[in-house]
């Protein structure tokens, strides 16, 4: 295993793991950008699409189900690391292809 590769397991453990203070499936699914219920699926499409869309209204939508700063600060981290990830595989997958490459290796 590449450097980078353990790196890489070790932040999406870190993120997705049970030290959290959001519940688990809710972190999976923000690190995924799906299965959430309004208004954080929103929130969390606008950190990983559409980050200068994001306003304070967002927050205040998400404090008002009834999540605490930690929890919607999780959620936001959990969002960009996913999106960064998704990016980040995408070009592997596009390099490889672009060299003949068929590991893929992080």
């Known amino acids: 295993?590449?450097?980078i590769s353990r790196l890489h397991?070790?932040?999406v453990?870190?993120?997705l793991g049970?030290?959290?203070t959001a519940p688990l499936p809710m972190r999976r699914a923000a690190y995924e950008a799906?299965?959430?219920d309004e208004p954080l699926q929103s929130l969390v499409d606008k950190v990983a699409r559409h980050a200068d869309l994001v306003s304070d209204g967002d927050f205040d939508a998400a404090r008002a189900q009834g999540l605490s700063e930690d929890q919607i600060f999780e959620i936001v981290v959990c969002a960009a690391i996913g999106q960064?990830?998704?990016e980040y595989t995408g070009a592997l997958a596009a390099l490889a292809a672009a060299t003949g490459e068929t590991g893929?290796?992080?």
């Open 34 to 36: 799906t299965g959430l």
């Open 13 to 15: 453990d870190r993120v």
């Open 104 to 106: 893929g290796s992080r």
């Open 84 to 86: 960064a990830d998704r």
């Open 1 to 3: 295993m590449t450097d």
């Open 18 to 20: 049970s030290g959290g």
């Open 9 to 11: 397991d070790e932040l």
